[in-house]
Structures are given as C-alpha cells and as structure tokens.
C-alpha cells in the first residue's frame, strides 16, 4: 500500500477548510491531519503534526499567506506548500513563489485539479494552474513591453527623478520643450503609468535609476 501524504489545511473561513477537506477526504493517498483557522497559531502546531503539504489561503486576518509560507519554509524547509486564492493577481504569485511556495491555484478549481496539483507537489514538483501562468506570462510581456525604453527615454526619467522641470530637460539636452512632453507622454505609455510617483516606482522596481 502506498504511503499516504499529509495534509495540514489553513484558511481563516472554516466553510473553506471544511470543503477542502471533503474533497480531499475521496482522494487516495492524501490525508488531512490537521487545520487552522489562525495563520499565527500554526507554525507551533506543525511541530507536532509534521505535515508533508501545507494548503494556504493567501489572503488571511493577522498574517498573510505570503508572510506564512515564509516562517514555514524558513523553520521547516521539507514542508511544500501549495497556495490558494481567488485573485491570480500577478505580484501575489510572484511573491508567494518567491516565498517559497511549490504551487498556485484558483479557489473556483474542481477536485480533479486540486488532485493534480497534490500528486506533482508530493512527488517533489511544481504545479501552476494555467490561469496563473496565463497571468504571469502576461505580465511578464507587459513589463518586457516597459522595459523598451530607448536610451533617450532612460536619461529623461533619470532627470525626472532628479525633478527637472521640461525646461531644464529640453536645455541639456538641447531640444525643445514640446519634445520633452512628448517623450514624457510615450514613456508613461510604455511604463504603463500616470503620474510621476507611479513612473518613479516602476523605474526602481526595475533598476532604471
């Protein structure tokens, strides 16, 4: 008989937990030894339990499921988790893999995937649901998109961090001042944002200035 793999679910609604543990109650070779409803009370709960998979909600009261993973994986690095959301929003899964996380899946997913997901993250895998890496791969074109700047754009970011007014702009560079606007306009366009603050967090994300 084939050795069963662990469960420990944790998920602030109980409607959540109960409903997982249905499902997970008619899969073979799974089995859920324990749940929380605290995301702050479990890491002292796993020293008893030693689960082989930890199922989180990303989003929780009191600490997040990225915040979560990282103590987890920190204090037992043997324990996989694999996270839950409603959102596939693009930074949440960047940070929950960048956490620690061997998987991602929607809250809307059926037995038969949450079931797949399980079998690759138990046999050492990684498994994405194909929404989340619809998201991520279109951020990753949208930032690829971004990151076209040309070098002319570049400086002029540079200089608007430096809050040079378009005058000073156009006078360095020695060009007018209508262009300076119109470089402004395209950079905003290809960065995807507007106003200076958004522009100016979006180029120290990316290591521009």
Partial sequence: MAATHKIFIVD???MVVDGLKLLIGHMPDFEVIGECNNPA???GMLDTLNPDILLTDVNMAGMSGVELTRHI??????????ALSMFGDSQVVTEMMDAGVSGFILKNTGRTELEDALRKI????DYYSAEITRHLVRSFKDNQEGNHLTDREIEIVRMIEKEFSNKQIADLLF???RTVETHRKNILRKTNTQTVVGLLKYAYERKII
């Fill in 12 to 14: 602030d609604h109980q």
């Fill in 41 to 43: 009370k479990v890491e």
């Fill in 73 to 82: 994986k920190r204090a037992k690095p043997h324990i996989k988790v694999l």
């Fill in 122 to 125: 138990a046999a050492g895998g």
């Fill in 175 to 177: 060009i007018s001042e």
